[in-house]
């Protein structure tokens, strides 16, 4: 994940919470409203970004590469 992914999923995270709270959001419907708000934002940042500098946020970029040979520990042994 990239500083931007990062980033812009807080954006959502946070925009959702707020917008949750300030509308008293109830039950699994309300919360998802909000949740599509949120990540509505996020999504008009990210192309308002991606559109100012002409690159793309998204990434094919992850870690598990670096987990992946690390063998696990049982906690009996």
Do not use: P, Q
Not at 32 to 61: C, Q, V
């Amino acid at each position: 994940m990239t500083d931007w992914e990062l980033i812009l999923t807080m954006v959502g995270e946070k925009a959702t919470t707020d917008i949750t709270i300030s509308k008293d959001s109830w039950g699994f419907n309300e919360c998802k409203d909000s949740a599509l708000e949120g990540g509505t934002i996020a999504k008009n940042t990210r192309k308002e970004i991606e559109d100012k500098t002409g690159n793309s946020i998204a990434s094919d970029e992850n870690y598990l590469h670096v987990t992946k040979n690390k063998s696990r520990k049982r906690i009996d042994d």
